[in-house]
Structures are given as structure tokens and as C-alpha cells.
């Protein structure tokens, strides 16, 4: 089997720290693995498996050549400014940003949706990882929009902390701390106060009021699964360390019973089924944390419009919602395009 030359951009963050993780775990087909960050982690070390200890190398002054693949998280302005250089050199960027995703000459790509969007890479050498909360609605919809053709999305998301990164999970960490001791709760990721609390605001507000997060979902849907399809979002941010959930509400164009839709999703690639009517039949963020399905429970029909199903969505945002999916993007691209 051919091997590939592998980077990792942001391979200091929480999100770069899982896709070594996930790249180990998977055995990806690596004849090398190089770490990258800004140059105040450079000559640190990150772990690659269970063994092995990589150096951080400067993401500025490295040089793309001869690497194949390159996942990345470090921030949309970081990509913009490395991603065009590294494509250019040959290498092909998975983007975990959301500075590509609606470049229509960028593949945004689910594997479980959309596999063969993946051919696009070859106009820029980049393929977007869509939002978090995007992938894992998306993975638990496709069967069912397979099914029934859905005309609208409502969801609300109620979102970990660690997708907006270590020290908005650290400041989670030291609030409740404050708040137990009766120290004084400091705010600085967060506008509000997020220990014991829920914020119904990610990323900025738009003009019309919708938060960017809220956007993403919309826009991104659109992108991935159907244009036409309707969506209305809202995104709280809530006092979880990993695991987003997410409440959605569905109207198809076709009939579609709970029964129909819990055998469809039973069988569905990377969904797991859990939908008993009882206290343990369903699935919460914390145990999602760790794993690579995206749990679906709480299937039942929606009496108040024609054609429509509520679902509870959960997943680990940190592996299928960022680290897995650019890892499975890579597995098929190494297997099915670079050959």
C-alpha cells in the first residue's frame, strides 16, 4: 500500500491533538507525520499514538513540497494565508476552517453525504470540513432526505464548550470552581457567564440578527445535501466540556413514519441508533465523548405539520464533528484519487 506524507496544522490545539489521535488510531497510511503550529510552539512536542512523541515544526517557514496531505485547524486567517501556498506545492489541504467552505470551488464534504464531492479538490488542492453541528445533523438527515425528500430543518443546538477551543473549555473549568468557592467568575472567552448557564449566541451576530453559527448551518446544508431545503437554526452555547446535541425538527415532502425513519437510521454509515422509551434509551454529550458515531434518539412524529419527525442528534464534536471527518476525507482521497 502506498504511504503519504502527512501534516498537521494547529497540531497544538484541541482539535489538531485529535486529528494525530484519530490518525493513529486509524492507521492511516503515513510515511510521515509532521506537526505544525505558529512559531511560538515550535521545538515543542505533541503525541502521535500511544508511543510516539513529535516535534512542532513552524507552520511559517515550512516548506509544502513533497507532503501530500495536510489536515488543518488553526483559524480561518491562518488558512487563508498558508492553505494557497500548500496547495500550490502539490499538497492537498483538508481545511477544518470556515474560511473555504462556501468557495464554490472548494468541495465541503461529509463522507457519510457526500463522498464523491471529493473529486472537486483538484481546482485548488483544498477540501472543507464543515461545521460541527452541520456534520452531524447532516450524517443522521441523509438517509431520511434519501427516504422522503426533506423541505425544512428547525434545530436547535445546544453546543459544547471545546469547539471554541482550550481556554473557552478552561474558562468553563474555572468558573464552576469560582462559583463553588465563592470566588469572583471572571468572563473572557465568553460575553456572558457560561458555568451553570446557557448562551444562546456562537460566533457573531449578522445584521439581521442570526449569529454566524447559525449561518454555517444554513448555508452549509444548502452546500452538502439539497439547496432547496429550508433551514432555521438556533445555537446555544451550553456548561458541557464535549459533545454537542442538537433538538431537530423535520418536515419531508413525503410520508415518513418513526418506525420507517428508525430502520432507515439503524443501518445508516456512522449513525448508532439508541431510541428506547425509557430513562436509558436515549444518548447525552457525555457519553458521546470519545466516540466516532453520531447517536441519533427521540424519534417521533410531529403531529403539528404533514410529513414531520423530531429527532435528538448527539455526537463528539471534537472526533465526527472535526478530527474523524478530515481524517475520513483523507482515507478516501489516499484511496480512491492520489493513487
Known amino acids: 500500500m502506498k504511504k503519504y506524507k502527512v501534516a498537521v496544522v494547529g497540531a497544538t490545539g484541541a482539535v ?3 486529528m494525530l489521535k484519530t490518525l493513529a488510531e486509524r492507521d492511516f ?25 513529535l516535534t512542532v515544526h513552524d507552520l511559517a517557514t515550512y516548506d509544502f513540497h513533497g507532503t501530500d496531505i495536510c489536515l488543518s485547524s488553526a483559524g480561518a486567517k491562518i488558512s487563508e494565508s498558508f492553505a494557497p501556498r500548500a496547495g500550490k506545492a502539490g499538497c492537498v489541504v483538508i481545511d477544518n476552517t470556515s474560511h473555504f467552505r462556501m468557495d464554490p470551488d472548494v468541495p465541503l464534504v461529509v463522507p457519510e453525504v ?3 464531492a471529493i473529486a472537486g479538490y483538484k481546482k485548488r488542492n483544498i477540501i472543507a470540513n464543515p461545521n460541527c453541528s452541520t456534520i452531524q445533523m447532516l450524517v ?5 432526505h434519501d427516504m422522503a425528500v426533506i423541505k425544512r430543518i428547525v434545530v436547535a443546538t445546544y453546543q459544547a464548550v471545546s469547539g471554541a477551543g482550550k481556554d473557552a473549555m478552561d474558562e468553563l473549568f474555572t468558573q464552576t470552581r469560582a462559583i463553588f468557592v465563592n470566588d469572583e467568575v ?9 458555568a451553570f448557564n446557557a448562551i444562546p449566541q456562537i460566533d457573531v451576530f449578522m445584521e439581521d440578527g442570526t449569529t454566524r453559527e447559525e449561518w454555517k448551518m444554513m448555508a452549509e446544508t ?6 432547496k431545503i429550508k433551514v432555521a437554526a438556533t445555537c446555544v452555547r451550553v456548561p458541557v466540556f464535549i ?24 443501518s445508516a454509515p456512522g449513525v448508532t441508533l439508541i431510541d428506547r422509551h425509557h430513562e436509558d434509551g436515549f444518548v447525552t454529550p457525555v457519553e458521546c465523548a470519545g466516540e466516532d458515531s453520531v447517536f441519533v434518539s427521540r424519534i417521533r412524529e410531529d403531529i403539528s405539520v404533514e410529513n ?10 471534537l472526533r465526527k464533528g472535526a478530527a474523524l471527518n478530515a481524517v475520513q476525507i483523507a482515507e478516501i482521497l489516499a484511496k480512491d484519487y492520489l493513487g
Open 140 to 144: 443522521a438527515l441523509k438517509p431520511l
Open 16 to 18: 489538531g491533538r485529535e
Open 29 to 53: 497510511p503515513a510515511s510521515d507525520v509532521v506537526a505544525l503550529a505558529s512559531g511560538r510552539s515550535a521545538g515543542g512536542e505533541v503525541s502521535f499514538g500511544e508511543d510516539d512523541v
Open 186 to 194: 471572571k468572563k473572557e472567552q465568553f460575553a456572558k457567564q457560561i
Open 243 to 266: 459533545g454537542h446535541a442538537e433538538a431537530v425538527n423535520v418536515e419531508f415532502e413525503k410520508p415518513i413514519s418513526a418506525s420507517e425513519a428508525r430502520a432507515a437510521l439503524k
Open 308 to 317: 414531520g419527525l423530531n429527532l435528538w442528534v448527539v455526537a463528539d464534536n
Open 114 to 116: 457526500n463522498a464523491s
Open 222 to 227: 444548502k452546500k452538502i445535501l439539497d439547496p
